[in-house]
């Protein structure tokens, strides 16, 4: 007697205690716009969780720029026990035990895409989308992911750490950089760029007094200050199709004089343009893609992952690329990047989210 294949029951999972908790509302109503079938959690930003109805996360406006706050169909406490609350049969919204829970991970930032999520999930064998806990771990943390694509030989910036709580030493890291290179990008080390992003300029010493006040606010939190490389900006998507590994087209981003890549430039296009794809040639398109995969492999992604990088061009006239930094739960917006590529690679949206959920099933049975 055959025993018949178990059901799943899709959840998308958003919000949480990131300051990218916004993006990741925006990012749910898309997802729940694919994925007809799915529940849809809120991880507030205090650690509750709250099942929500599809409508109303539709219905909410302005999502990158207002909080969200739903009225939940039932609740718990804690992230940990609304997932040991799976397979419990009381409520009318509780999941049936014949089927197994699928989470679509529609988070960003802190809790959600640093690997402790993923590790919940790993722990009590349920199926999500996107990388596991150490490949999460590793993304999520600037200096470890250039650590692991510099151990494939793939180039990346001049760069150390410095620490809000210890301002002295930071500023004479800072100066020591300044002597070497005329500019320095220094951003939070573990947490999205588009929020505390600084740039230090040798001939502007008001600059460094700036970002040292930025970095005096975040008392806790490690930066990476960086060798600013000039060149053509890329982000490149990678998925793991039916026929392996696969690089989508290249986005260029191209920022305004006097404005920056941050959360203003990348949600709600002030100062920037993305275009998809890139107008570049045939060959950086391809060593970009070539970077792409790799950076995607030295860490360990799974499904999917972007990677931002340069382009430099060199003195001779050859270009090279230059790893910036790898992203293990890019934002699946209707806007976001990651759709911009699959579009002009003519891969449905649908197609796309149905893959990344065959395959968080078999990787997890």
């Given at each position: 007697?055959?025993?018949?294949?178990?059901?799943?029951?899709?959840?998308?999972?958003?919000?949480g205690p990131s300051s990218e908790r916004l993006v990741s509302v925006a990012t749910?109503?898309?997802?729940?716009?694919?994925?007809?079938?799915?529940?849809?959690?809120?991880?507030?930003?205090?650690?509750?969780?709250?099942?929500?109805?599809?409508t109303e996360l539709q219905e909410h406006a302005r999502p990158f720029e207002c909080e969200f706050k739903p009225k939940p169909i039932q609740a718990w406490k804690t992230i940990?026990?609304?997932?040991?609350?799976?397979?419990?049969?009381?409520?009318?919204?509780?999941?049936?035990?014949?089927?197994?829970?699928?989470?679509?991970?529609?988070?960003?930032?802190k809790g959600g895409e640093d690997g402790e999520l993923q590790k919940l999930f790993e722990d009590r064998h349920f199926a999500f989308t996107g990388s596991g806990s150490q490949a999460s771990r590793i993304a999520f943390n600037k200096s470890e992911a250039k650590k692991s694509v510099s151990a494939r030989q793939v180039l990346t910036p001049p760069a150390e750490v410095v620490i809000g709580s210890q301002l002295t030493e930071a500023r004479q890291i800072l100066e020591k950089l300044l002597v070497q290179y005329s500019r320095l990008v220094v951003k939070p080390q573990s947490d999205g760029s588009s929020h505390g992003l600084c740039f230090v300029d040798r001939s502007?010493?008001?600059s460094l007094t700036e970002t040292l006040k930025v970095l005096e606010k975040m008392p806790t939190e490690k930066f990476v200050a960086e060798a600013f490389i000039s060149g053509v900006e890329l982000t490149v998507g990678v998925?793991?199709?039916?026929?392996?590994?696969?690089?989508?087209?290249?986005?260029?981003v191209r920022i305004e004089a006097g404005r920056q890549f941050d959360y203003e430039g990348k949600y709600l296009g002030k100062g920037t343009a993305e275009i998809t794809p890139a107008e570049v040639s045939e060959s950086v398109t391809l060593m970009a893609q070539k970077l792409a995969l790799a950076a995607h492999e030295a860490v360990g992604c799974m499904g999917y992952s972007r990677t931002d990088m340069i382009?430099?061009?060199?003195?001779?006239?050859?270009?090279?690329?230059v790893f910036l930094e790898i992203n293990n739960l890019?934002?699946?917006?209707?806007?976001?990047?990651?759709?911009?590529?699959?579009?002009?690679?003519?891969?449905?949206?649908?197609?796309?989210?149905?893959?990344?959920?065959?395959?968080?099933?078999?990787?997890?049975?």
């Amino acid at each position: 007697m055959m025993l018949a294949k178990p059901q799943f029951q899709p959840f998308i999972i958003f919000g949480g205690p990131s300051s990218e908790r916004l993006v990741s509302v925006a990012t749910a109503q898309n997802l729940s716009r694919l994925l007809p079938d799915a529940r849809c959690w809120f991880w507030h930003q205090l650690g509750e969780v709250s099942e929500v109805s599809k409508t109303e996360l539709q219905e909410h406006a302005r999502p990158f720029e207002c909080e969200f706050k739903p009225k939940p169909i039932q609740a718990w406490k804690t992230i940990s026990s609304a997932l040991d609350s799976i397979g419990q049969t009381t409520g009318s919204a509780s999941v049936a035990e014949s089927l197994k829970p699928v989470f679509v991970l529609g988070l960003h930032g802190k809790g959600g895409e640093d690997g402790e999520l993923q590790k919940l999930f790993e722990d009590r064998h349920f199926a999500f989308t996107g990388s596991g806990s150490q490949a999460s771990r590793i993304a999520f943390n600037k200096s470890e992911a250039k650590k692991s694509v510099s151990a494939r030989q793939v180039l990346t910036p001049p760069a150390e750490v410095v620490i809000g709580s210890q301002l002295t030493e930071a500023r004479q890291i800072l100066e020591k950089l300044l002597v070497q290179y005329s500019r320095l990008v220094v951003k939070p080390q573990s947490d999205g760029s588009s929020h505390g992003l600084c740039f230090v300029d040798r001939s502007q010493p008001a600059s460094l007094t700036e970002t040292l006040k930025v970095l005096e606010k975040m008392p806790t939190e490690k930066f990476v200050a960086e060798a600013f490389i000039s060149g053509v900006e890329l982000t490149v998507g990678v998925y793991d199709s039916e026929a392996g590994l696969r690089a989508l087209p290249p986005t260029e981003v191209r920022i305004e004089a006097g404005r920056q890549f941050d959360y203003e430039g990348k949600y709600l296009g002030k100062g920037t343009a993305e275009i998809t794809p890139a107008e570049v040639s045939e060959s950086v398109t391809l060593m970009a893609q070539k970077l792409a995969l790799a950076a995607h492999e030295a860490v360990g992604c799974m499904g999917y992952s972007r990677t931002d990088m340069i382009i430099e061009k060199l003195p001779n006239g050859d270009y090279r690329p230059v790893f910036l930094e790898i992203n293990n739960l890019p934002g699946m917006t209707k806007a976001s990047l990651i759709p911009q590529q699959l579009a002009v690679a003519k891969i449905s949206m649908s197609d796309f989210m149905q893959r990344q959920i065959q395959l968080a099933i078999l990787r997890s049975s």
